[in-house]
């Protein structure tokens, strides 16, 4: 497995990922009208939109295919991820964890935050089993309909 950072001339290819991925995540919890307005074009422009920004895009890759991508954003002395998606057909094989392994190594100087849905179970376990906390933070939001999202939170009383 190799995690590459994407740069511009990557547009394309992490549209077509982020979009691919995005939507096998989230079939079963949003609403088909909400998944019907996701595309690739979409997650090509906010790609491009994102460059010369404080936000970084990493592609994963296995055998030379693209696997997965994750998005870091910095900002305030924080590190969020944004967003991590691994393709269902090779979720389970620890790429996932090796992508958060990554993470907390690069950005080792940051409090690493994320939000995830409360009703994404298998999401909030992996998390978990990845050392991240529970900050008690909420809020909601609208993907067709209002979801709740939970704050974790990886930072120095986590660490082994």
């Known amino acids: ?5 994407a740069d511009i001339k990557h547009a394309g290819i992490m549209g077509n990922i982020h979009s691919k991925a995005w939507l096998q995540t989230y079939n079963d919890l949003f609403p088909a009208e909400y998944l019907n307005q996701e595309s690739a ?16 895009y990493y592609f994963v890759m296995e055998n030379g295919n ?13 590190c969020e ?4 998606y691994i393709l269902k057909e ?12 990554y993470i907390k190594s690069k950005y080792s100087m ?3 935050v994320l939000w995830t849905l409360e009703a ?3 999401a909030r376990k992996f998390y978990e089993r990845n050392k991240f906390c529970d900050t008690g933070k909420r809020r909601t939001i609208y993907r067709g309909q209002n979801y709740i999202q ?8 986590n660490r082994e």
């Open 120 to 122: 994404n179970k298998e």
């Open 66 to 78: 693209h696997i997965g991508m994750f998005k870091i954003v910095i900002e305030d002395g924080m």
């Open 1 to 5: 497995m190799k995690i590459i950072e």
């Open 81 to 84: 991820l944004s967003s991590i």
């Open 41 to 56: 074009k979409k997650r090509e422009e906010e790609f491009l939109n994102s460059q010369k920004t404080n936000i970084h």
């Open 110 to 112: 940051y409090t690493i």
């Open 150 to 157: 939970i704050q974790y939170v990886y930072h120095l009383v």
């Open 90 to 101: 090779y979720c389970g094989r620890g790429y996932g964890t090796a992508c958060m392994n």
